[in-house]
T-cell receptor, first 116, second 111 residues
Framework: NAGVMQNPRHLVRRRGQEARLRCSPM?????VYWYRQLPEEGLKFMVY????????ESGMPKERFSAEFPKEGPSILRIQQVVRGDSAAYFC??????????????FGNGTRLTVT | DAKTTQPNSMESNEEEPVHLPCNHS???????IHWYRQLPSQGPEYVIH???SNVNNRMASLAIAEDRKSSTLILHRATLRDAAVYYC????????????FGKGTKLTVNP
């Protein structure tokens, strides 16, 4: 069984470019979470999505960041006009249902974004 | 969600047991205790979770205090591969619909 797949593993962008990070959840999982980890810091929640719906985006920066989880295909985290401060590891996690409080979240191995 | 307190770092020797403590004095009756770990350059990995009773799985054991105000993750025989940051997190039905990570405990395993 494939786990949570994130690609690319490494992404280099110049300031002002756009970054698109993809996350394919585990088979049968319809809930996706995105987290960001700045260098030498902890994991910070960004957004929680179900298929075609954003449930909680309280951790998303107000500008330049957006996320989607379409009916078909992977979840996408999009960062427009990247700046150096966006350099971080971005992790995606998935779960099969709302009862994650009593079951594991499955994480991918992340996309490491470097902005030059 | 209730908060947890963990030591910043701990050290262990290979092949020895490791007891990682977590305090959660404001835990409520419906809060579950979860442990995740993050190995270097990898995403977090689920370790174990429980509500009231002690739990065992192939990775570790979770010992929960009778008053539930603290818990201990037990690695029975540490290996070098267990060197990671370990996070103790509380979740509850009807609470925040996400895992909130603290700073965790960085475990160093000496050969």
């Amino acid at each position: 069984n494939a786990g949570v797949m994130q690609n690319p593993r490494h992404l280099v962008r110049r300031r002002g470019q756009e970054a698109r990070l993809r996350c394919s959840p585990m088979k049968g999982h319809s809930h996706v979470y995105w987290y960001r980890q700045l260098p030498e810091e902890g994991l910070k929640f960004m957004v929680y999505l179900q298929k075609e719906n954003i449930i909680d985006e309280s951790g998303m920066p107000k500008e330049r960041f957006s996320a989607e989880f379409p009916k078909e295909g992977p979840s996408i985290l999009r960062i427009q006009q990247v700046v150096r401060g966006d350099s971080a590891a971005y992790f995606c996690a998935s779960s099969p249902s709302l009862s994650f409080y009593n079951s594991p979240l499955h994480f991918g191995n992340g996309t490491r974004l470097t902005v030059t | 969600d209730a908060k947890t307190t963990q030591p910043n770092s701990m050290e262990s020797n290979e092949e020895e047991p490791v007891h990682l403590p977590c305090n959660h004095s404001t835990i409520s009756g419906t809060d579950y205790i979860h442990w995740y770990r993050q190995l270097p350059s990898q995403g977090p990995e689920y370790v174990i979770h429980g509500l009231t009773s002690n739990v065992n799985n192939r990775m570790a054991s979770l010992a929960i205090a009778e008053d539930r105000k603290s818990s201990t993750l037990i690695l029975h025989r540490a290996t070098l591969r267990d060197a990671a940051v370990y996070y103790c997190i509380l979740t509850s039905q009807g609470g925040s619909e996400k895992l909130v990570f603290g700073k965790g405990t960085k475990l160093t395993v000496n050969p």
